[in-house]
């Protein structure tokens, strides 16, 4: 007997159902059996008749007119663990990530010991089942050990659950192991994932290449060593018809790149994160090291690319880009800080803003966020239908508030967003039928075992 | 292209023996007929003829090899001629200019067939220009080994019958095998159904055009196949580069009882030697007596080398024959 059918029946009543898979955005209701959805629709049942209806210990929940929408599925996450456990690890990520709404993160592989392995995709695999709060998933290395020489398993490593292939921060610098990895990836469904940066024109630089990195005396890194990598990479996708997927792009020329791939008909998706359309270059300031991202924020010609490439669906998806540094590794001169900064929790409000800002629709704004990651990904969740994962959450988009570091769940509090307004905020999370997190009882947000 | 068919005997109108591409099904069967000839002979007590008697075979062999070039002595030994082996390392020498001397120096000693191997795809035909005597190629680089093909074809025919409406899958490393070109070759020249099987890496650009299906999925590839020949993967390919380790090669590649069982319940195996076993074959699959043709295939190789052989030796004194192919 599965748990699906065994398991226990709540309903969601009063909810605004937004569905990006469908494009589905009305009032109704939602009813949950074990970790899947049973129903869903406008007038599942007259309140009345449900609670005489449901079966002993049926739970019916009033969301008081929020929206539902999918579960967000977070396509780029660095989790820290196995290896550097002090800077976050997969419960604190998994908390941070249920209260931003996250109920499935995708890591990278760029752990220690890199994930270039069968057995590290199980161990993966066992601690998110031992944690039990959101789902995880990984990606694996491209390339033993991150070397950029040799390929790794992709076949073995497909079949353990690797959702892609990557050298996580580190592009993929050799075009023949590059040619390759797309053709012989082909055989098993699974998208290569770029870091698109030439590494010898970044070599050195901390920032973006321009007035300001001048006026700070910091060494830049340029534009196009963005649109470079992009461009040739799209040559091998040509040349070998393989999936490939460029991770965090961050420049006008890069969006620019793609769309012309997209309209040419080649398998070519696209990610960006939140800070490379909430902020600029400026945002570095005064040798502000939470502001130090690799690719670097950009110029505001840039930051406006990124945002008109999301309205017009060129971008795919936005990832968070949750990137967790200890104090140590950011308390530091400018050039010798870490890159990255954390972003599970702020990925869900950040994105919210181009929808107050009338710059993408509520529903294609939480389709980037869900439905279309997950359809790239090849995974079952990111939509409200029959039979789907009951991976959802009830959120309210105008509800003011501030971004407060001290209050995330994060081991690492790297953000620059400290003390930003924004608008919009998750009530509740629910993973597999379960409540992962709920906004009025923060001691509840506590996972269990046993879906 | 049509050979022409002079009347008489003498249906393989060619002085050298350099690919199976170009050659028609006529010329195919008869240098198969003759090879056929041989293997009752082969069998007996007395296997000595005496039609090369007099000749001499040098085999030049410019990469190392033991099965084909011990296949040719004894051929040529079998039908009473004398059988050099030259063995040149090519790693000592410069190549080109060393090749066309070597060519030089031995026609200077009048051999009427030299069987060369080379490691560069197009040298035999090179050191071919340069000599007056028979060349039969015993394998250049990734381009034809004619003579693995023949072999091949004599033992699919005797086991079958026939070779045309037969399904061959070829397995392995396509791209960088002689093997598989000859192969793709005359089987297609003689209207069996072609298909290669292996990673997209180990595929050769517009392998279709060959005339050819291809698959990357060896059950897919060998359903209802009647033949499977697998091929031998370098261990230079295997780590990292071309596919990623032994071990998921074997899982997508090697042919095991499980793959085995997508092909035709009767079908066999073939491999053109050394086996790397539990790399492209499983030893349960390759050492099966009832499915596996592999010893088979290394007794018709005396047969055919000895049929070639022959063949160009009686061609040798006609001055009106055409160099190609």
Redesign the interface.
Known sequence: MSAALSGRRVAYLNVRLLDPATGLDMPGQILTEGGRILDIGAKLFEPTLFKDDMPDGAEGIDCKGLCLAPGLVDMRVQLREPGEEHMENMASASQAAAAGGVTTMVALPNTQPVIDDVSLIEFVARRAREVGITRIRTYAAL??GLQG????????LTEAGALGFTDGTQAIVNAVTLR?AL??G??FDRMVIQHPEEPSLARDGVMNEGEIAARLGLSGIPACAEVMMIERDLRLVEL?GGRYHVAHISTSESVAAIRRAKRQGLAVTCDTAPHYFALNETAVGDYRTFAKLSPPLRDEMDRRAIVDGLADGTIDAIASDHAPHDQESKRLPFAQAAFGIIGLETLLPLTLELVHNGQMTLLHALGALSHRPARMLGLDCGRLAKGAPADFILFDPDRPGRIDVTRMRSKSKNSPFDGRPVQGSVWRTVMGGRTVFDADAPKQARGSRGD | MTAPRPDGARRYPYRHLLGIEGLSPDEIHFLLDRSESYVEQNRRADKKGNSLRGRTIINLFFENSTRTRTSFELAGKRLGGDVINMSVSTSSIKKGETLIDTAMTLNAMHPDVLVVRHSDSGAVRLLAEKVNCAVINGGDGSHEHPTQALLDALTIRRRRGRLDGLTVAICGDIAHSRVARSNIHLLTTMGTRVRVVAPPTLLPAQIERFGVEAFTDMRRGLAGCDIIMMLRLQTERMKGSFVPSIREYFHFFGLDRDKLAAAKPDALIMHPGPMNRGTEIDSEVADDIDRSLIQEQVEMGVAVRMACLEVLAENLPDPSLRNAP
């Open positions: 390339t033993k020489k040799e390929l790794t398993e992709l076949g073995l390759r053709s012989y082909r055989m070998t």
